[in-house]
């Protein structure tokens, strides 16, 4: 222990005479100590200041000095000077023999006289007396118990004045010593106690150490310094989890009582800790089994085999949150008094801000490095939509983050959806009962749930199977988290730990943030899938309703032409058949019938091919053309018979060229198809007017617009919708069938353009524009 707390300090022993003024004559007796900050800069602890001016105003001494000794050390250290006027004294190192200081501490027998004395006082001693101007000194021993044993720390009572100390005054002292012994060795234990506490937070901190290693060995040392301070058989130092209330033994020190160890879990208000952090009091008692304190199940059985115990449990305050408690115990014949109560509230005192500390600092850090992890998970989610591939990123993410022993996504107790590299849980495996109970807990409640122990913890059930203490099952801390839907938990996350690991806030914000995380990315991974397969039945029904369109148009385009033929088919079949008939009207309509039936077949053929060339899309192939040559080319071809009927087409095409990458086939079979509607039209005479132009782009070459005009017929509104259906047409039976304008569309769209029709209505005439990109 001496060495454990002496780094801290930085203490390292001169050996030099302070008579001789530092010129390194070897001395023993007194010794100046130093470290990296003087002692002198060190706060000391209440409990010596208050003894220094109790010696000081019993004596009406000029100067007191106070000398502590160490834990199992036999010399004894200036840590408090009461009246001197400076502090250069504090850290002398009184040793055993050497001096009256010396002397007291092998005989613990008052020593008095003159600072003047030859022989008694060492250099050492007699330089810090005389550089106070002391004439008489007084040097006493406080004990905590009778004998050399209990010797405790020594008193240096100075006087500027050449006078006696009395016997009675002495007598009087030695009692105020024996009073204040144990008070002033318990501070200097509890200060010991602490700057070792503080040593272990502040070396975790700069190694970077992880939440749950970091907690476990500030409350470690806790635990074991409160225990040896309070000469007990068991130190156990409970935290409350912020998120249930529940309290959570994060340490153990001692004698383990049945029942009883890390990672235990009380209930809110259960067993003394409970009732201390209840109460926000100190609970004392000298018998465990017959005190008010509630009992939870778990200890019920155990309690009636320990032997009678007394028990003493202070909460642990920080502000005015209780964060835990420190319980105690040892045998009940040896009862704690009101001293031990008020050691053990200092001590919680002294731990809390250490903890709080310990705690903040840490998880600061993890939840700095969870941030960057979450943004990265984030980030790898958007690119995934598949449920495993998010479990095993989330399993991956979690595990490293939370430092946990194991991790897993179940889509129920029964079903695992993945786990880490180590396989199923082995806590799943051997604790089947717990561990379905556990995930089946959080499926319903949708609540993060954490235990230290899953076999030890009152607030879950327990098969008969599993009272027992699982020593074979070693990672039986679990943190369970769910992952939320809409729809309720869509799974569960579990991570799995050493039996008593704590899992604290951090972890708990993290696995949480990144099971939020996981949960979207799966929500809406199944809605792709729901949404592929929607889109699936979606195009079968679509293709059967278009299946089922095409065999209605088509069997009704079909139809009239092969009843034509059929027809006169029939009449020819039926004229062979009767010589009477055909001696009477002879075959001179043969021919005629003959051609009537190729003209009906071919119109049907007509048909057919069309829908395949529909169907099938054929590749345009790209070259770059003018579409004024397009238009004119496609005029040529109709304006005779259009004149022939009285129709008239003008063409405004523009002074300047107009070039598009485009199928000159295609694109002239658009411009006659739209031409070829247009002169259908119109009854009788009438205008087609036709213009094209090209439509300027800041950001790109621009368009290239191509509008035809004419004055026929017109369209109703309501059949606009429908005039690109396939077999939607207007035209009267065997002048169309609904083809034209669907193949202009589909061939416009291959060539990466837009086409429209408007029209004012009935009697109004029709206007179709297409686009196409013009070329760069």
């Excluded at 009692?175 to 200097?188: I, P, S």
């Excluded at 009636?304 to 115990?329: D, N, Q, R, Y």
């Excluded at 001179?588 to 003209?599: G, N, R, T």
Aim: with cysteine.
């Amino acid at each position: 222990m001496d060495r454990a707390w002496r780094p801290a300090l930085g203490q390292i022993t001169l050996g030099v005479d302070l008579l001789n003024g530092g010129t390194g004559a070897a001395t023993a007796g007194i010794t100046q100590t130093t470290s990296g900050p003087a002692l002198s800069a060190l706060a000391p602890p209440p409990v010596l200041a208050e003894t220094a001016q109790a010696f000081r105003a019993l004596f009406k001494a000029d100067v007191v000095w106070l000398a502590v000794r160490e834990s199992r050390a036999r010399s004894a250290v200036i840590r408090y000077a009461e009246g001197a006027r400076d502090r250069h004294g504090l850290g002398i190192r009184v040793k055993p023999g050497i001096g009256v200081g010396g002397s007291v501490l092998l005989t613990g027998q008052p020593w008095s006289g003159p600072t003047s004395t030859e022989g008694a006082l060492s250099p050492s001693e007699r330089a810090l007396l005389l550089s106070e101007g002391m004439e008489a000194a007084l040097v006493l021993p406080l004990v905590s118990d009778a004998g050399i044993a209990g010797l405790e720390a020594l008193v240096y009572i100075g006087s500027r004045q050449a006078r006696p100390f009395r016997q009675k005054a002495i007598e009087q002292g030695l009692r105020l010593g024996l009073r204040l012994g144990r008070r002033v060795r318990n501070a200097q234990r509890l200060d010991e106690a602490t700057r070792r506490w503080s040593l272990v937070a502040n070396q975790q901190i700069d190694r970077g150490m992880q939440v749950p290693h970091h907690i476990d060995d500030v409350a470690h040392a806790v635990a074991a310094d409160a225990r040896r301070l309070l000469r007990s058989g068991t130190a156990i130092l409970f935290l409350v989890d912020r998120l249930s209330g529940a309290l959570h033994s994060v340490a153990v020190d001692g004698v383990e009582p049945p029942a009883i160890r890390r990672g235990q879990v009380l209930p809110a208000g259960f067993g003394a800790a409970g009732r201390a952090i209840e109460t926000r009091t100190s609970f004392v008692t000298a018998d465990y089994a017959s005190s008010a304190v509630r009992v939870s199940e778990v200890f019920a059985e155990a309690i009636k085999t320990w032997t009678p115990i007394a028990c003493l449990s202070v909460p642990i305050l920080f502000e005015t949150e209780a964060i835990g408690a420190i319980s105690f115990a040892r045998p009940s014949d040896r009862p704690y008094s009101d001293d031990d109560v008020q050691q053990a509230e200092i001590i919680a005192t002294e731990a809390a801000p250490l903890l709080i500390r310990a705690r903040a600092e840490a998880e600061n850090r993890q939840r700095q490095h969870g941030a960057a992890e979450m943004s990265r998970l984030a980030e790898m989610l958007t690119k995934t939509r598949d449920v495993s591939v998010v479990s095993e990123r989330l399993v991956h993410s979690v595990i490293s983050l939370v430092d946990g022993w194991d991790c897993a996504v179940w889509a129920n107790p029964d079903q695992l959806i993945i786990a880490s590299s180590r396989g199923t849980p082995v806590v799943r495996q051997e604790l089947r009962g717990c561990f379905s109970a556990l995930v089946r807990k959080i499926a319903v409640e949708a609540v993060t749930f954490w235990t230290p122990d899953l076999t030890n913890d009152p607030r879950l059930p327990r098969g008969r199977e599993e009272r027992g203490y699982h020593e074979a099952v070693q990672d039986r801390a679990v943190l369970a988290v769910p992952l939320p839907s809409e729809a309720g938990v869509i799974a569960t996350l579990t991570v799995t730990g050493m039996a008593g690991r704590i899992f604290s806030e951090a972890d708990i914000e993290l696995a949480q943030g990144l099971a939020d995380l996981a949960a979207l990315a799966m929500a809406n991974a199944r809605a792709y899938h729901d949404l592929q397969l929607s889109k699936a039945a979606v195009l079968r029904h679509e293709k059967l309703v278009l299946a089922g369109r095409l065999a209605a148009g088509l069997g009704h385009e079909l139809r009239n032409p092969l009843q034509n033929a059929v027809g006169f088919i029939a009449e020819l079949r039926e004229r062979a058949a009767a010589p009477t008939l055909l001696a009477t009207l002879g075959f001179e309509e043969f021919p005629s019938l003959l051609k009537h039936v190729h003209a009906e077949l071919r119109r049907a053929a007509s048909i057919v091919n069309r829908l395949l060339d529909y169907v099938r899309e054929r590749k345009p192939a790209l070259e770059s053309i003018d579409v004024r040559q397009i238009v004119a080319e496609a005029v040529a071809l109709v304006s005779t018979s259009a004149a022939r009927s009285g129709k008239r087409i003008t063409v405004s095409p523009g002074d300047m060229s107009l070039p598009v990458q485009a199928d000159a086939v295609m694109l002239k079979q658009v411009v006659l198809n739209i031409l070829g509607n247009a002169l259908d039209a119109l009854e009788g005479a009438g205008s087609i007017d036709i213009s094209a132009r090209l439509e300027p782009d800041a950001a790109g070459p621009g368009r290239v617009i191509v509008a035809i005009r004419d004055t026929g017929c017109g369209i109703p509104p309501e059949s606009l919708p429908n005039v690109f259906d396939l077999f939607y047409t207007t035209k009267e039976i065997g002048k169309g069938v609904g083809f034209g304008l669907a193949i202009c569309q589909a061939m416009i769209e291959q060539h990466g353009g837009t086409i429209t029709i408007t029209s004012p209505g009935v009697g109004k005439g029709t206007t179709v524009v297409f686009e196409l990109p013009a070329e760069r």
